[in-house]
């Protein structure tokens, strides 16, 4: 049988969400003057308030309650994830941007390495091969980083990568909660950060636009599809689809500005861009095996 239409619509939503999130590195190598705080400053700002209003229109006058029912595991989840917005930015600024993405591409593996580790959740040998081949593909980038200078953005796109795993986790244990208010005040912690941080909040006006673009159109819009998205979609194929992120972003970044990745990170990119759709790719098979196993050899989301 073909695929339903929920599940092209699953597809395509997730695909454009990897579209909007590549966009950050192209937009933050066309900042003039601005630095890293003072942009992070603006995005998270924009971020949020631009959050908040979807969320009013979907809650109306409940929203204070919607924030408030996150609790201490959606205000833990914040946290987190703030931190891993100021570790986004500086990854982009102190490193290639292909070097960052596919770090951060890798963050499906490393999530389940860490369940594996210090949850104790069964993983296939299949799975673990392919999480240690990702691995191997970071400490190529990794090489390069010590070889080119760019190695304090390779430990920021790292950051990024454990504080998005540690996110999924709080959410995976919150599933009875909404936690988009919770991924909203990501932006008041990154926020607070950046205000603590920043020297000056006076910026050009090019650099307070892109500022403005980062947290209203790349990282709203990327977070909101791959959100809905995955309301059609198995968890791996979220991951699987999402990597057009980590394909699209070292592209734009070769056309628009001439960064073109090294030979080290090439080859370590191509090896975590395999291993983590090698992964993804067990993981569809064993949730439509699941499904064909509780509802008669039909998955629910794509009729085959």
Same mark, same amino acid.
């Given at each position: 049988?073909? #695929?339903?239409?929920?599940?092209?619509? +699953?597809?395509?939503?997730?695909?454009?969400?990897?579209?909007?999130?590549? /966009?950050?590195?192209?937009?933050?190598?066309?900042?003039?003057?601005?630095?890293?705080?003072?942009?992070?400053?603006?995005?998270?700002?924009?971020?949020?308030?631009?959050?908040?209003?979807?969320?009013?229109?979907?809650?109306? *006058?409940?929203?204070?309650?919607?924030?408030?029912?996150?609790?201490?595991?959606?205000?833990? @989840?914040?946290?987190?994830?703030?931190?891993?917005?100021? &570790? !986004?930015?500086?990854?982009?600024?102190?490193?290639? #941007?292909?070097?960052?993405?596919?770090?951060? +591409?890798?963050?499906?593996?490393?999530? @389940?390495?860490?369940?594996?580790?210090?949850?104790?959740?069964?993983?296939?040998?299949?799975? %673990?091969?392919?999480?240690?081949?990702?691995?191997?593909?970071? @400490?190529?980038?990794?090489?390069?980083?010590?070889? =080119?200078? +760019?190695?304090?953005?390779?430990?920021?796109?790292? *950051?990024?990568?454990?504080?998005?795993?540690?996110?999924?986790?709080?959410?995976?244990?919150?599933?009875?909660?909404?936690?988009?208010? $919770?991924?909203?005040?990501?932006?008041?912690?990154?926020?607070?950060?950046?205000?603590?941080?920043?020297?000056?909040?006076?910026?050009?006006?090019?650099?307070?636009?892109?500022?403005?673009?980062?947290? &209203?159109?790349?990282?709203?819009?990327?977070?909101?599809? %791959?959100?809905? =998205?995955?309301? !059609?979609?198995?968890? $791996?194929?979220?991951?699987?689809?999402? /990597?057009?992120?980590?394909?699209?972003?070292? %592209?734009?970044?070769?056309?628009?500005?001439?960064?073109?990745?090294?030979?080290?990170?090439? &080859?370590?990119?191509?090896?975590?861009?395999?291993?983590?759709?090698?992964? &993804?790719?067990?993981?569809?098979?064993?949730?439509? @095996?699941?499904?064909?196993?509780?509802?008669? *050899?039909?998955?629910?989301?794509?009729?085959?």
């Amino acid at each position: 049988m073909g #695929v339903t239409r929920p599940y092209v619509r +699953g597809v395509m939503l997730v695909l454009l969400g990897g579209f909007f999130l590549s /966009l950050a590195g192209i937009l933050l190598r066309h900042v003039e003057d601005a630095d890293g705080w003072q942009i992070l400053f603006y995005r998270s700002v924009s971020f949020f308030a631009t959050l908040t209003a979807i969320l009013a229109v979907r809650y109306r *006058g409940a929203t204070p309650r919607a924030f408030r029912s996150v609790g201490r595991r959606g205000f833990a @989840a914040a946290v987190v994830l703030g931190l891993g917005a100021v &570790c !986004y930015v500086f990854a982009i600024l102190h490193t290639t #941007v292909a070097n960052a993405v596919f770090i951060i +591409g890798a963050s499906p593996v490393v999530t @389940a390495l860490i369940g594996w580790l210090f949850l104790g959740e069964r993983v296939s040998a299949a799975a %673990l091969g392919t999480m240690f081949l990702a691995l191997a593909g970071i @400490a190529l980038m990794f090489a390069d980083g010590l070889v =080119g200078g +760019g190695w304090l953005g390779n430990v920021m796109a790292l *950051g990024v990568v454990a504080s998005f795993s540690v996110f999924l986790l709080i959410v995976r244990d919150a599933r009875d909660i909404d936690m988009l208010p $919770a991924t909203a005040l990501a932006g008041v912690v990154a926020g607070i950060i950046s205000l603590v941080m920043v020297d000056s909040l006076a910026m050009g006006m090019q650099d307070l636009a892109i500022a403005i673009a980062l947290g &209203c159109v790349q990282f709203t819009g990327g977070f909101m599809l %791959l959100t809905i =998205g995955a309301r !059609y979609l198995p968890a $791996a194929e979220v991951a699987l689809f999402s /990597l057009s992120e980590a394909v699209l972003a070292p %592209l734009w970044v070769w056309i628009g500005v001439d960064e073109v990745p090294s030979a080290l990170t090439a &080859c370590g990119a191509f090896v975590v861009l395999v291993s983590v759709s090698v992964y &993804c790719l067990l993981g569809i098979r064993r949730e439509r @095996a699941s499904a064909a196993r509780g509802v008669g *050899g039909s998955h629910p989301d794509t009729g085959d």
